[in-house]
């Protein structure tokens, strides 16, 4: 069975920083693009990060470019999300996803597996 299982997430005040990751089984996704999404209560699943197979590609949202970091590192882990500088509006659930391609994905409809998501809350 595959899965996308994320860790990292929690409470902490604005300003702070948290490190998301997502680990893989079933399998290996080194030739799948790879994405971050959010979703908070009310609003629509949003992209806020992804990177393409090698690493060499990436894009990010406005709302948090210059403070969110997507990296993979297809020996271990398949993305991770370094967040700085959190915003109480960066409160959300946060779900990883794999994509079947090896570009960059930036839509939802592209990405075939998810992961079941992690909470990220973020107090002013």
């Known amino acids: 069975q595959v899965q996308l299982v994320e860790s990292g997430g929690g409470l902490l005040q604005a300003g702070g920083s948290l490190r998301l990751s997502c680990a893989a089984s079933?399998?290996?996704?080194?030739?799948?693009?790879m994405g971050w999404f959010r979703q908070a209560p009310g609003k629509e699943r949003e992209l806020v990060a992804a990177v393409n197979w090698s690493g060499g590609s990436t894009y990010y949202a406005d709302s948090v470019k210059g403070r969110f970091t997507i990296s993979r590192d297809n020996a271990k882990n398949p993305v991770s999300l370094q967040m700085n500088s959190l915003k109480p509006e960066d409160t959300a659930v946060y779900y990883c996803?794999?994509?079947?391609?090896?570009?960059?994905?930036?839509?939802?409809?592209?990405?075939?597996?998810w992961g079941q998501g992690t909470q990220v809350t973020v107090s002013s």
């Open positions: 996803a794999a994509a079947r391609r090896l570009g960059l994905a930036t839509a939802v409809e592209e990405y075939d597996y």
């Open positions: 079933g399998r290996t996704f080194s030739s799948y693009a």
